[in-house]
């Protein structure tokens, strides 16, 4: 059994949610996996300061603040997979999810006790855009930064969807999510990442 994590880091539960839905209910009809939606949307976290307390602490979580962002490490250490959805911003993520990757300074301590740990975590970004070319590749690759910083490994959707699932719905604040293309990248996404974290996490090489 492998764990999927979906986070989605819209303020609304729009359209990334439901694409992110979308992927995890795909990833789960590949066999033997369970996931998680955790959304940011009204959680209460404050941004990293860069005290460098957490590495004095040798801690893989925040010393300085107890907020709603604590419960959160837990379960992003026990995935073995990890789908990140975000809307697009000015051409990037959202303040939420930018707050929440902050925070994740601590995790280095866990890179230098055991250099493969995040190696054989999985990520995959999903992001929805206002419009059709509204910034989504940006987008994705701001996610997938993050996921090159803690050392995972990241999977694409394959072909056509070559670093993530991009897609766009209305920017008009309406509840319309019609793109069917896009969402069947996302499935596609979600049943790789779920393949990929099965083999990561069964390797017998590291």
């Known amino acids: 059994m492998v764990k999927i994590l979906g986070i989605c880091g819209s303020p609304r539960r729009k359209s990334s949610y439901t694409a992110l839905q979308a992927a995890l209910l795909a990833a789960e009809s590949e066999?033997?996996?369970?996931?998680?939606l955790v959304e940011l949307r009204a959680r209460k976290m404050r941004p990293?300061?860069?005290?460098n307390k957490c590495l004095r602490d040798e801690s893989d979580r925040c010393t300085v603040f107890t907020d709603d962002m604590t419960e959160l490490y837990d379960k992003f250490y026990e995935a073995d997979g990890v789908i990140i959805a975000s809307p697009v911003y000015?051409?990037?993520i959202t303040a939420q999810l930018s707050t929440f990757f902050s925070r994740f300074r601590s995790a280095w301590m866990i890179s230098v006790k055991d250099p493969y740990?995040?190696?054989?975590?999985v990520g995959g970004a999903v992001v929805v855009g206002g419009t059709r070319n509204g910034g989504q590749e940006s987008t994705i690759q701001t996610i997938n930064n993050f996921y090159n910083t803690q050392g995972m490994t990241i999977c694409p959707g394959g072909s056509g969807v070559y670093a993530g699932a991009a897609l766009w719905s209305p920017g008009d604040g309406s509840q319309t999510m019609d793109d069917e293309i896009g969402i069947e990248n996302a499935k596609s996404l979600?049943?790789?990442?779920?393949?990929?974290?099965?083999i990561m996490k069964n390797t017998d090489v590291i």
């Open 31 to 36: 066999g033997d996996v369970q996931t998680e």
């Open 48 to 51: 990293c300061i860069h005290c």
């Open 90 to 92: 000015e051409m990037s």
């Open 117 to 121: 740990f995040f190696m054989k975590k």
């Open 190 to 198: 979600g049943k790789k990442v779920a393949i990929m974290s099965k």
